[in-house]
C-alpha cells in the first residue's frame, strides 16, 4: 500500500497569513494526488485533483503543486471559514489512502 | 446539483450486520463509480471499498475484505454496503463518494455525502 505522509500535523496561523502544507508519497504517484478540507462534524470537501488543478468553484486562495512523491497545497491568504483540518489523497494505486491529516487553528 | 444523501447507519453489537445506503441525484448515476470511505471518531479519512459505473467490478480495503459487500442499484441511483460481522473498530462515520470520471481506475472524488455514523458495541 501507498503510505501518505502529511506534514505538519497541526498549526496555528492568523488570518491573513499564507499557509504550506505538505504531502509525501511511500513511493512515485505521478499526479494522482488529490486534497480535501474538513470542518467539525462536517463531510470532507474535495479541493484540488490532479496534484494541482482547483476542483469547480473553488477559489483561487488555494493551489497545489508536485509530481511524483513530493505535493504541497498552499492557501495565499488565510480567512476564518479556512481554519479547517487538510488531507491529501493518492488515487493512482487500489487501495486509495490518505494523509494523517493537517489542523489549522486561529494563533 | 449533485446530492449523495446516506441513510442506514444506527448502534449495532459486535457480530451484527448492517446495510448502509447511499441515494444519488443530479448526475447520470450509472456513468460513475462510487467509493464508501469511513472516518473513525477523532481519526483520519479510510477508504473502504469502490464500485464501477455497472457493478460489475469491486475492490475492497484489506481491513473489510470478506466482511462487506458493495453493491448498487442503478435503476434506483443508489448505493449500498453491506456489513456483516461487525467489530467495534468498524465504528465510524461511513460516506459516500462519487468518482469525477466514468473511469474506476485513477479517478479522484469530486462530491461526498454528509455521513451517517454506524456504532458497533455491546
Known amino acids: 500500500d501507498i503510505q501518505m505522509t502529511q506534514s505538519p500535523s497541526s498549526l496555528s496561523a492568523s488570518v491573513g497569513d499564507r499557509v504550506t502544507i505538505t504531502c509525501r508519497a511511500s513511493q512515485g504517484i505521478s499526479n494522482y494526488l488529490a486534497w480535501f478540507q474538513q470542518k467539525p462534524g462536517k463531510a470532507p470537501k474535495s479541493l484540488i485533483y490532479g496534484a494541482s488543478s482547483l476542483q469547480s468553484g473553488v477559489p483561487s486562495k488555494f493551489s497545489g503543486s508536485g509530481s511524483g512523491t513530493d505535493f504541497t497545497l498552499t492557501i495565499s491568504s488565510l480567512q476564518p471559514e479556512d481554519f479547517a483540518t487538510y488531507y491529501c489523497?493518492?488515487?493512482?494505486?487500489?487501495?486509495?489512502?490518505f494523509g494523517g491529516g493537517t489542523r489549522v487553528e486561529i494563533k | 446539483e449533485v446530492q449523495l444523501l446516506e441513510s442506514g447507519g444506527g448502534l449495532v453489537q459486535p457480530g451484527g450486520s448492517l446495510r448502509l445506503s447511499c441515494a444519488a441525484s443530479?448526475?447520470?448515476?450509472?456513468?460513475?463509480?462510487m467509493s464508501w470511505v469511513r472516518q473513525a471518531p477523532g481519526e483520519g479519512l479510510e477508504w473502504v471499498s469502490v464500485?464501477?459505473?455497472?457493478?460489475?467490478?469491486?475492490y475492497y480495503a484489506d481491513s473489510v475484505k470478506g466482511r462487506f459487500t458493495i453493491s448498487r442499484d442503478n435503476s434506483r441511483n443508489t448505493l449500498f454496503l453491506q456489513m456483516n460481522s461487525l467489530r467495534a473498530e468498524d465504528t465510524a462515520v461511513y460516506y459516500c463518494?462519487?468518482?469525477?470520471?466514468?473511469?474506476?481506475?485513477?479517478?479522484?472524488?469530486?462530491?461526498w455525502g454528509q455521513g451517517t455514523l454506524v456504532t458497533v458495541s455491546s
Open positions: 443530479g448526475f447520470t448515476f450509472s456513468r460513475y463509480a
Open positions: 463518494a462519487k468518482g469525477s470520471s466514468s473511469s474506476w481506475f485513477q479517478t479522484d472524488f469530486d462530491y
Open positions: 464500485i464501477i459505473g455497472s457493478g460489475d467490478t469491486t
Open positions: 489523497q493518492q488515487y493512482n494505486t487500489y487501495p486509495l489512502t
